[in-house]
């Protein structure tokens, strides 16, 4: 396990760097999540981090990757090579893992982020990092918290400034596998967030609902009507495999 | 998978929480995708056409239906060890990477080697089958439907030395380019899919009802029609069936010789396995890929030859192949050609033709996509220079190694366009010696690998003994059995009695894998660099 602080330092080191090479570089998953949200520095929301996640462009590709060499990073070559139009690995030397997603967030359900990388400066949107989380179907320890941690701190409306249920709920209404997947992923926070001691349930569970509202008040695309017909018969998301 | 695992509440809760450690990879092909390609690599388009043209003619007494059958329990082990060795090692370069982790690197090598020189060569023979199977038969049926003699001209350069020559080259080099320019083999393999589709919807349902909805009578007359607008002779079907040699009655021993021809498609129909770092896992998408493949394979198979000896009927396929100028076509017409014809419909007979040529178009890139993962493979274990395995900044795809194989493609398709003895048989007992490598390592494989073995989803074990070993010792022996039935088929290309000097050929190319091997080792240990330790590891992919 590597220390929270070192990682979001090294987190903020590759994005600085990325923005002066003029390149297109975010945080996201855990660490993207420990830099915007103060909650998840302590207990119970505080966890173990393995590795650092970042999005960014597949344009940049070639460049990211010089970077993160020169930054003392080693490309895993041939992970890169099979892989490298959409997804970078690296590795530093004590083991520890950098992911760079690029263009496409591809697990349990895909979703274009590449116009989305503008809008905050270190890391995915608040609404971008509550969707990775809240679009796992399997979701871990880890996902759990952090989510928990992300409504904790951040309230729920349409606006960028906060988590976006606009837009949230927007993406949900052209896309039933994902609309489904989110919906259920709200309703299983609200009952793991009563578990949890030392945070405020009311103002968690009150933003998780007006969440799960803004997603079904949200007229639905011809597309998510057609699929809503075959409903859970055919499977709505993928599971992804370990690297 | 995921494990579930005890979740931080406080107080016992229904949220179920599952283990993951690192930010999860959706692969690029999945396991209909990947039983596509292998369909699609099987190469049963050709096979099925040898199979109808050669099995009346080649080989009297030999049941077709049997030698299928056949074919597909000698092959099915195979499929089978495979489908374990890709969920077990899911790493680029299939056989070179079990072997080189399971027996030695160099065996490992030099197995790969010999399948992708003979891979290689395929696609050469491929380039010149492209004009000579696929477009000259169209533009006949042009020339037949449209009275068009312009197109009749265009069939017949397309037969020519000189047709098969520009053809096969601008094929290899669209293929390229294809892959080049393409972002990731997703891209390609949509396109893959879609052209499969339209093949299989066409050649493989439409065909067979046409011919069972086709009475011999009728299908004589469309025949007769179509020889007569090409400016053949009259009665051209009865000429055609008069000079088919009669049936001897059956012959097991004709039945056992006869799976070299559904062997060349069901015994190659697990090559997703080369571009495993990129399929999805899932040990049922694995064996629907590969056995399952195998399986409605055969089953294709024998729906084909069923259908096309309700009609035209078995003495008028043994007489296609003889005598060809006798009745006014030649090269002899191949069964979607006589599906076609049969159709007495120019829209429906163009689409099948049409169809038939969607298929062998993608075969060429399908078939350097895989030897391009063997390519990388090498690369990444620095058997070759690391910039065989770069790959393009903006687009992504391996332009170093796509160009390295398209010149010695082209390479292939001059040798087989000046020497058309050299048929798609004749790579089948150098691959085969690949297969019977792969079935040894999958005996060792549990032993040599323990730790690899156990966390694979194929780690049950029979009477103490592990299920691949098991079905990997019934492999080895099947494809030995196999080795053995192209060595005494006069028509394999590679009978020792007929062609000594082509079964001395698979054995050099064999052999000069092991000594390039070990050549490379000394180079590179002179440079200070021990390629030995890559094959302690499996790393990520």
Redesign the interface.
């Known amino acids: 396990m590597f220390k929270a602080a070192d990682l979001l330092a090294q987190g903020r080191t590759a994005v600085a760097e990325a923005s002066d090479r003029g390149l297109a570089l975010r945080m996201m ?1 855990g660490i993207g999540i420990l830099a915007r949200c103060p909650s998840a520095e302590s207990a ?1 929301l505080a966890r173990d981090y ?2 650092l ?1 970042f999005f960014g462009l ?2 940049d ?2 460049a990211l990757i010089k970077m993160f060499k020169e930054l003392g990073y080693t490309a ?4 890169n ?7 970078l ?1 690296f590795k530093a030397d004590d083991d520890q ?1 950098v ?1 760079v ?1 690029l263009d496409h967030f ?2 349990c359900h ?1 979703l274009d982020l590449r116009a989305r990388l503008e809008i905050d400066a270190e890391t995915l949107t608040l609404a971008d990092l509550a969707i990775t989380k809240l679009q796992v179907v ?4 880890k996902d ?2 952090d989510t928990v941690a992300l409504f904790a701190d951040h309230d729920v409306s349409e606006d960028a400034e906060v988590i976006d249920s606009g837009y949230i709920a927007k993406i949900c209404a052209n896309d039933w596998g994902l609309h489904k997947t989110l919906t259920n992923s709200l309703e ?1 926070m609200s ?2 967030v ?4 030392g945070i405020s349930h009311d103002t968690v569970a009150a933003r998780l609902k007006k969440m799960a509202e803004q997603i079904d008040a949200a007229p639905k695309s011809r597309r998510w009507k057609m699929r809503a017909r075959v409903g859970e018969r055919a499977k709505w998301y ?6 | 998978m995921s494990a579930q695992v005890q979740g931080r509440s406080a107080e016992p809760t229904e949220t179920q929480v599952f283990a993951r450690d690192s930010t999860g990879l959706v692969r690029e092909v999945g396991p209909v995708s990947s039983a596509i390609y292998n369909l699609s690599y099987s190469s049963a388009p050709l096979s099925i056409a040898l199979m109808l043209s050669l099995a009346p003619a080649a080989y009297l007494g030999g049941n077709m239906f049997l030698a299928t059958l056949f074919t597909l329990l000698l092959a099915l082990p195979t499929a089978f060890v495979f489908a374990m060795f890709t969920t077990a090692i899911p790493r680029s370069g299939g056989d070179y990477t079990w072997i080189s982790r399971s027996i030695s690197p160099m065996l490992g090598f030099a197995s790969n080697f010999s399948f992708m020189v003979w891979a290689v060569f395929i696609i050469g023979v491929y380039g010149t089958l492209v004009p000579s199977s696929a477009l000259a038969p169209l533009f006949r049926f042009i020339a037949a439907e449209f009275n068009a003699p312009g197109a009749l001209k265009v069939s017949k350069f397309l037969t020519e030395q000189a047709g098969t020559l520009i053809v096969g080259t601008l094929l290899v080099v669209g293929g390229s380019a294809v892959l080049i320019f393409s972002r990731g083999v997703r891209s390609y393999i949509r396109v893959q899919n879609i052209f499969f589709g339209v093949w299989a919807f066409c050649l493989l349902m439409l065909v067979p009802v046409i011919m069972l909805l086709t009475s011999k009578g009728s299908f004589a007359g469309h025949f007769d029609s179509y020889v007569k607008a090409l400016g053949g002779p009259a009665h051209a079907a009865h000429t055609v069936t008069a000079s088919g040699i009669p049936h001897p009655g059956f012959s097991l021993k004709e039945s056992i010789l006869l799976v070299t021809i559904p062997y060349y498609a069901l015994g190659f129909i697990y090559q997703s396995a080369y571009l495993a770092g990129e399929t999805k896992r899932g040990s049922k998408g694995v064996l629907m890929a590969m056995p399952g493949a195998q399986i409605i394979s055969a089953v294709f198979f024998c729906l084909l030859i069923a259908a096309f000896l309700t009609s035209p009927g078995r003495s008028f396929l043994a007489g296609l192949s003889i005598n060809l100028g006798h009745y006014g076509l030649e090269p002899a017409p191949q069964y979607p050609e006589l599906a076609a014809i049969a159709s007495g419909s120019t829209v429906i007979g163009l689409i099948i033709m049409l169809a038939n040529v969607l298929f062998y178009v993608i075969w060429v890139p399908l078939s350097i996509i895989m030897i391009s993962r063997s390519i990388f493979a090498w690369s990444f274990d620095r058997l070759i220079p690391e910039k065989a395995s770069a790959v393009n900044s903006r687009t992504h795809s391996p332009v170093n190694a796509v160009l390295m194989i398209a010149v010695v493609c082209i390479g292939a398709v001059v040798l087989v366009a000046l020497e058309p003895s050299l048929g798609a048989l004749v790579v089948l007992l150098g691959q085969t010696l690949t297969f019977v490598c792969v079935g040894l390592a999958a005996m060792v494989f549990p032993y040599r690998q323990a730790a690899v073995f156990a966390a694979s989803p194929f780690n049950r074990r029979i009477g103490g003994l592990p299920v691949i070993s098991v079905v990997g010792g019934l492999s080895a022996a099947c494809m030995i059995a196999m080795m053995i039935i192209l060595l005494e088929d006069p028509n394999s290309g590679t009978a020792w009695s007929t062609n000594p000097g082509r079964v001395i050929t698979c054995g050099i190319i064999f052999g000069g894998g092991l000594i390039i091997y070990q050549a490379i080792r000394i180079f590179q240990r002179m440079r200070g660099v021990d390629i030995d330790l890559a094959y302690r590891e499996i790393p990520p992919e």
Request: aromatic share 4%; no cysteine; hydrophobic share 25%.
């Open positions: 998953g119970p393995n590795d996640d597949s344009r590709s070639a895993e070559n041939r992970f090579s099979l892989h490298g139009h959409r997804r690995l893992h992911d997603l591809e697990m895909k399997e979701a871990n320890d759990l918290t299983r009952q793991y009563a578990t949890l001691e993928e599971l992804p495999e370990e690297v």
